[in-house]
């Protein structure tokens, strides 16, 4: 089996983790009349809402696990009228000459995508190389950040990590419970 089909494989198993079952023992329910959103979030863990940018960002969320600093979410969550390409676009994804979706992460690397889906929703979803900081400083090139870039139609919802968080727990938990609302 090459490489390729490996991945579709891994895709099939993370497609039916991201659609599947949204209810998870340890979460609770957040919902946002005023951003039209719906999302698990991990007990013990709090959210902070973020404003509208000049980026074109109508606002969002921060998530903060027991870990966060006060100032380093864990997970974001934003939310942005601008269309699908242009959210893609700002979160590192591409098309490489062969037409394929890829991420851009640090240090000049790339890594490949998976298209995802619901009744509500379609997106993609892509692991990137990230720096990150803890106690002994700033690491160019130690984490993993997971980008997920979801849209209905109208609305788009772009939900990042901090490069620390283990991103299968944020596909499991919060992605696949996500909905827009209104």
């Known amino acids: 089996m090459n490489i390729r089909n490996n991945q579709s ?5 993370v497609l039916s983790a991201v659609i599947g079952n949204a209810s998870n023992p340890g979460s609770h329910k957040f919902q946002s009349k005023r ?13 902070s809402f973020s404003k509208a940018n000049p980026d074109g960002v109508d606002g969002g969320i921060q998530l903060f696990d027991q870990k966060s600093r006060a100032n380093e ?3 974001e969550i934003e939310i942005s009228s601008r269309q699908y390409e242009q959210v893609l676009d700002s979160e590192g ?3 490489d000459e062969h037409g394929e979706l890829l991420i851009r992460g640090r240090l000049s690397s790339t890594s490949p995508t998976t298209e995802i889906h619901s009744k509500q929703w ?8 990230c ?12 984490g993993e950040c997971l980008r997920i870039v979801l ?3 109208k609305r788009c919802v772009a939900i990042t ?3 620390i968080v283990d991103t299968n727990f944020v596909i499991t938990t919060i992605a696949r419970s996500f909905r827009f609302i209104q």
Do not use: C, E, K
């Open 161 to 163: 990590t901090n490069g």
């Open 93 to 95: 994804f591409f098309q």
């Open 35 to 47: 951003l039209g959103i719906s999302v698990s979030i991990p007990n013990g863990w709090h959210v």
């Open 151 to 153: 849209t209905d139609g």
């Open 73 to 75: 979410p864990t997970v």
């Open 122 to 129: 379609r997106g993609v979803y892509g692991v990137a190389m």
């Open 9 to 13: 494989v891994v895709a099939v198993l």
């Open 131 to 142: 720096g990150i900081s803890d106690s002994l400083g700033f690491h160019a090139g130690a």
